[in-house]
């Protein structure tokens, strides 16, 4: 409506805009309109004063421009119904035409009428202010981005100065520092969920690196005989003693930087070579971000040594699963992962980008030297530690496809038997037994939907523990469903696991644990535990109740067939003990 009576018809938008003013109060634009006299006895008042939440002039009278419409629309209303409405103005309704408006609408005596008025009014002006509000904030969050990109816009201009360049940077880092501990400040104070607070903080780092890097860049053009006088930061080396020489300090760059500057610009580096180290820092990104050179140090390369031994050996094959998803994938299918030697061949391109960038002095030593990789050996899958579990307990399963209760009861299988994903999440009502007068899930071979165990051993009867009982694990079998977890979905591939992978997967972000720590990694908790008990439990028990295949095989690999009591195998799954791990009673 604005841009029609802005461009197509001047006179009538001169007409409108003479009926309201436009007043700037501080740095914002307010709406003010004259409340015609015969109204202001209803409305109780004699003008209308809103603010437009905006400091720009143009989107000032778009906003006024429909508040003046809004407000109009509100007049006729009062004018059509009200006995003070001047003769001149509009002629009176007749007294039928009154009788037939209130009867329509349900109104009993005009006074019902002017109230339900000044209801719509109050309404209008309630929006209005909740429109306001939102547009502040939005106006103040873009703001604040606009200064972050014309920082980086103009940041090339740094280069041209000369005597003052390191002031400039000074300020700017300081003004960049103020504005980012607003921003944080901002986004704790916001009701926001934990995902979005952590994609803002990455935001705001990354910003924060970018204006660093591109300092690092103008720096780079003075004279090697310019001393740097930049503000000590957290990235600074101590200042020295007076009397002193104070060394030069380079503010951090990128990863990615780092690569294009160093590595991919010489022509002396291969093709092989840049296209085999772009792979890897891609890798890394996606596992940990684009970080600082100087913030990448050993426990961060160790972390990545982790990620990488647990990536199955077909990564990069898959590429509509994410990283996390690959990991989760290679845990709970037991897939054979990445090698050594691939690992190996990873750590090697980084620390060759790494000795380039010390003989730079832009690190202060290479992380990615000096690792063990035993080529014979892979580094075995990690359990869940005692911090972790406790994590778990208190952070809520998040609302998604899988319920609240299907994520409890698969959860405390898992914790309590050491059972495979595929093996539960395929447990059938009827895989419920009682043998020997103890209940057991009877993990079997299902051909008819093409389901079996991933070994012969697998097929096996896992003694229920008394603590999934107390909590209700047999409260999930319900009349005339097939599955004990009958809300689970079965993928195009027969995988009935696969839903609850990917949300258990996002529930471990939201968590923010390491990418090494799986859902698989329960079965290798409980193996631990009771490996480190103090009791007679034996070795070959734990065999039969994980589904593992005996040390001796002349005995037999399932339980039939090694003569395991059941008896013995109820004591092996009652040693597995934690000092207070039990999921909330289903809902």
Same mark, same amino acid.
């Not at 109060?25 to 109204?39: E, I, N």
């Not at 684009?290 to 094959?317: E, M, Q, T, Y």
């Not at 299907?406 to 009682?434: H, P, W």
């Not at 999934?468 to 079965?490: H, R, V």
């Given at each position: ?30 709406? @003010? ?37 809004? *407000? ?5 209303? $009062?004018?059509?119904? /009200? ?28 006074? #019902? ?16 202010? *909740? ?52 921003? &944080? ?20 780092? @990354? ?5 660093? /890097? ?35 300090? &380079?503010?951090?760059? $990128? ?5 294009? &500057? ?17 792979? *890897? ?8 971000? #684009?970080?600082?050179? @100087? ?50 061949? %990873? ?5 060759? $980008? ?5 003989? &730079? ?10 690792? #063990? ?18 994590? $778990? ?36 009502? =009827? ?7 103890? /209940? ?5 071979? %299902? ?39 009958? =809300? ?10 696969? #839903? ?27 193996? *631990? ?18 589904? %593992? ?39």
């Amino acid at each position: 409506m604005t841009r029609t009576l802005r461009v197509g018809s001047p006179k009538l938008f001169s007409k409108i805009w003479r009926s309201f003013v436009l007043k700037q109060v501080g740095s914002r634009f307010h709406f @003010r309109r004259v409340v015609p006299q015969a109204l202001r006895p209803i409305l109780g008042k004699s003008e209308i004063w809103i603010s437009l939440g905006t400091a720009g002039k143009v989107e000032a009278r778009r906003r006024a421009a429909e508040l003046h419409a809004q *407000t109009s629309d509100v007049f006729r209303g $009062l004018r059509s119904v /009200s006995r003070s409405k001047p003769p001149s103005e509009t002629s009176m309704p007749s007294p039928n035409e009154s009788a037939d408006f209130m009867k329509k609408h349900g109104f009993e005596t005009k006074d #019902d009428v002017y109230r339900a008025l000044l209801e719509k009014y109050k309404d209008m002006l309630a929006t209005q202010e *909740t429109i306001r509000k939102n547009d502040v904030s939005s106006a103040e969050m873009a703001g604040q981005i606009k200064y972050y990109k014309s920082t980086m816009q103009h940041a090339h201009d740094v280069r041209a100065l000369s005597a003052g360049i390191e002031k400039i940077i000074a300020v700017a880092l300081d003004s960049q520092n103020h504005m980012t501990a607003m921003t &944080r400040k901002l986004i704790e104070a916001s009701h926001i969920s934990a995902a979005e607070k952590k994609g803002l903080e990455n935001e705001i780092k @990354r910003l924060h690196e970018t204006l660093l /890097s591109t300092f690092t860049k103008a720096l780079d053009g003075r004279s090697a005989a310019t001393e740097t006088s930049a503000p000590a930061t957290n990235e600074t080396e101590t200042k020295p003693k007076k009397g002193v020489a104070t060394p030069k300090t &380079r503010p951090a760059i $990128l990863l990615t930087e780092a690569l294009n &500057r160093f590595l991919n610009s010489k022509p002396t580096k291969s093709l092989e070579t840049q296209r085999d180290t772009s792979r *890897t820092v891609a890798l890394f990104i996606e596992a940990f971000g #684009d970080l600082s050179i @100087r913030n990448i140090d050993g426990k961060i390369a160790g972390d990545f040594r982790d990620v990488l031994f647990s990536l199955p050996a077909s990564h990069g094959k898959t590429k509509n699963l994410s990283l996390q998803d690959e990991i989760e994938r290679a845990a709970s299918h037991d897939v054979s992962t990445l090698s050594a030697k691939t690992v190996k061949n %990873h750590f090697m391109r980084l620390s060759s $980008l790494w000795n380039d960038l010390l003989r &730079r002095d832009m690190v202060e030593k290479n992380p990615w030297g000096n690792w #063990d990789f035993n080529l014979t050996k892979k580094n075995p899958r990690r359990a869940w530690t005692a911090e972790e579990m406790d994590k $778990l307990l208190q952070t809520p399963w998040p609302l998604c496809s899988i319920p609240a209760n299907t994520f409890k009861g698969i959860t405390m299988i898992a914790a309590y038997s050491g059972m495979r994903l595929g093996e539960i999440c395929n447990l059938r009502n =009827e895989d419920v037994q009682t043998i020997d007068g103890v /209940s057991c899930f009877r993990v079997c071979a %299902h051909p008819e939907d093409n389901w079996s165990p991933k070994t012969e051993a697998g097929e096996r009867l896992v003694p229920i523990h008394s603590v999934l009982l107390d909590w209700g694990i047999l409260n999930f079998q319900n009349a005339g469903e097939k599955y004990l977890f009958s =809300e689970l979905k079965t993928s195009t591939d027969g995988n009935r696991g696969a #839903d609850f992978s990917r949300a258990f997967s996002r529930y471990k972000m939201m968590m923010e644990l390491p990418p090494v720590v799986t859902f698989h990694g329960f079965r290798h908790t409980v193996s *631990t535990l009771l490996r480190n008990q103090n009791s007679d439990i034996r070795e070959l028990w734990i065999d039969a109740l994980l589904g %593992h295949e005996a040390s001796h095989k002349s005995q037999g690999a399932t339980t039939y067939l090694s003569g395991i009591e059941m008896q013995n195998l109820k004591r092996t799954v009652e040693s597995i003990q934690y000092p207070a791990f039990n999921l909330p009673p289903l809902g």
